[in-house]
T-cell receptor, first 118, second 109 residues
């Protein structure tokens, strides 16, 4: 299989604090991981593409200093929302691709993290 | 630029057939994905089309026409549990997916 986990599944924090979300590929090595944000009744919006051992590539309009991404190993990428504000409240989803299947480029999604900033 | 269009909402009755259309315009194209997403959950993979034609997988089938920039997802023998959002996503290369806004399907008894 190709299982991706995220932790935590839900987090509630005060405005101004930082929140770290972990994304792990449990049974495969993921050279590339993706971070998405989804607001209620909206589609997934790609925030950044994370490659192991290199800097993440951010999509236009996403502040890299606010959304820190670290892809330290082939099975772990973290997203840190720094100085979170209520407008950052959203559903954050990560996904990963398996190198052995680059020809189909399927992304395997984590279960998502619901962030609520008070 | 990247543009994916699909209807916002559709309704159908249990046991019926429904077709969800998707048109895309992308600067590169490696294939077209369909995902199912229930509220508050992550998307789950349904199908992937690279070549033109129809791919059938149980109650779900997906069609692609690369020349027309068009795809559809066909759901047969609808069940209540099929009520969900269906996301069309174009692979524009290097594993990058561009998602449509999703089609919310409501299946009624």
């Amino acid at each position: 299989g190709a299982v991706v986990s995220q932790h935590p599944s839900r987090v509630i924090c005060k405005s101004g604090t930082s929140v770290k979300i972990e994304c792990r590929s449990l049974d495969f090595q993921a050279t590339t991981m993706f971070w998405y944000r989804q607001f209620p009744k909206k589609s997934l919006m790609l925030m950044a593409t994370s490659n192991e051992g290199s800097k993440a590539t951010y999509e236009q309009g996403v502040e890299k200093d606010k959304f820190l991404i670290n892809h330290a190993s082939l099975t772990l990428s973290t997203l840190t929302v720094t100085s979170a504000h209520p407008e950052d409240s959203s559903f954050y989803i990560c996904s990963a691709t398996r190198d052995a299947h680059v020809e189909d480029n399927e992304q395997f999604f984590g279960p998502g993290t619901r962030l609520t900033v008070l | 630029g990247q543009n994916i269009d699909q209807p916002t909402e559709m309704t159908a009755t249990e046991g019926a057939i429904v077709q969800i259309n998707c048109t895309y315009q992308t600067s590169g194209f490696n294939g077209l994905f369909w995902y199912q997403q229930h509220a508050g959950e992550a998307p789950t993979f349904l199908s992937y089309n690279v070549l033109d034609g129809l791919e059938e997988k149980g109650r779900f089938s997906s069609f692609l026409s690369r020349s027309k920039g068009y795809s559809y997802l066909l759901l047969k023998e609808l069940q209540m549990k099929d009520s969900a959002s269906y996301l069309c996503a174009a692979n524009s290369g290097y594993s990058t997916l561009t998602f449509g806004k999703g089609t919310m399907l409501l299946v009624s008894p």
